[in-house]
């Protein structure tokens, strides 16, 4: 909970002109606006290339003037430079009614689930993201994280996850910055999300957890529903969530055109009461074709030119790609959430339980302590530390099927935050799941993966780790060669 003393002082200055884009609040599991109504989240993903889109106050204007007609309130941006000015960017956002989530982690700061560290080097990079952005009242959140864990093993790194939300959240209330909530942006795996989403919130002692869980999902493709996507899933797992929830990322991009009918979902009468709304990824066009905007037809892959980077022209003006564009604007228009204002909000939920370690599954023990900025080896499971993960995940996974959506349809396995997060042209990369119900639609979206230089990698084949290396190498040879070809 957040700031109630301050909203009081906000109603009180209701009467003058408030920024369109004053400070929100969060109230239990809800986003709340100055004036005390429910905050929900239209968001695109914004990033163009490598580089801070923030900090190019020509280009970023041009795109805010049209992200603005939609009714998009909110990007994300993966990557930031701290040392660049943004205030043109965030003037700009904050005019057109937008908020902007920001990505404390970049390509050599991010915490790796194989090997994971959270060590005073991170630190100080996720402090001057902190430092950069934190005036402005437009920032909506920082996440510690995109994609990070992946699959059981990897939950090894949730303590290291959660520890840097502690240590941020610290940080920014020694400086005496305004509570920017400190959240997480998960990778949609069944087997791994719902212990992920509660041990990332639980605990008695709110400072030593994520503000809010975010998660990337691409269960919902084509004409679906709520039932037969595995949203009715996700949705059974976060009703009773303590902290605000909401898609960081969205938009199955198979069948075509996208229509985007999860938004009636999301903002409907089955989810709006405990998710905040949703981040529509993204918004440029490039060879993963998630684009809802492009800067004009694509050029040959090895296309070099102002703008061109790998294949697409990365500035200009944007012009939308239809009917997708239309579609969303429609979704978003239609939008009708339930809501709740800020004065008559009770909160009645609690911390949800710690996990409780389960072989193969959850390899965190409910009681153990989270690591202190830089420990590293000496920081290990207390207990049960050598029994499951060199046997692999055979007998542990078997026991999965409990932990994801009871239609089992939700079968999405995401390689590509790991093979994107392992070159530097791809880090914000995350899976494509799939659902069962668009099981051959998925596989043939897989299809231009070789490609993808972007934030997508293909995973509705891949499965087993040994094949998400595989796209890992084979991801960082594509990479290594785009990136000479850059010199
Ligand atoms: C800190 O962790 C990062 C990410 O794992 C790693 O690249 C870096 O080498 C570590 N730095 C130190 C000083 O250990
Ligand atoms: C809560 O967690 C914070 C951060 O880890 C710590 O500084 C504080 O002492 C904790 N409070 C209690 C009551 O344990
Ligand atoms: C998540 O929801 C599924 C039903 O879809 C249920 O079987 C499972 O126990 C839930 N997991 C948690 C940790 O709440
Ligand atoms: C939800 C929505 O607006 N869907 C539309 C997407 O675009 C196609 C093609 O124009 C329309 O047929 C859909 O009705």
Known sequence: MYSLAASGLMLALAGQALASTAALTIKGSKFFNADGSQFFIKGI???????????????????????????????RVYHVDPTANHDTCMSALSDAGIYAFIDLDTFPTYIVATSPEWNQTQYSAYSKVMDAFHSYDNVAGFFVGNEVLNDGADSIAAPYVKAAARDMKAYGASKGYRKIPVGYSASDIPTLRPNLQNYLACGSNSSDAVDFFSLNAYEWCGQNTYQGSGYSALQANASEY??????SETGCNQPTP????????????EMSGTWSGAIIYEWIQETNDYGLISYGPPAAATATGSGIVAGFTRQGTPTPIQPDWDNLSSQWAAASPSSTSEAAYSPSNSPPACPAYTSGLWLVSSDQALPTLGQGAEYSQPSHSSTSMASGSSSGSSSGTGSSSGTGSSTGSSTGSKSGSSSSASKTSSGSSSSSSNGAAAASSSGSS?????????????????????????GLVVCLVFGISML
């Open 242 to 247: 303590d902290i605000p929830i909401f898609f």
């Open 258 to 269: 996208r229509d985007f009918g999860d938004q009636a979902a999301i903002f409907g009468s």
């Open 45 to 75: 993903a914004y990033q163009l290339t490598n580089n801070d889109p923030l900090a190019d106050s020509t280009q970023c204007v041009l795109d805010i003037n049209l992200m603005k007609t939609i009714g998009t309130n909110a990007i």
């Open 450 to 474: 070789a490609a993808n230089l972007g934030r997508r990698m293909p995973s509705a084949l891949l499965n087993a780790r040994d094949e998400n290396w595989a796209v890992v190498g084979f």
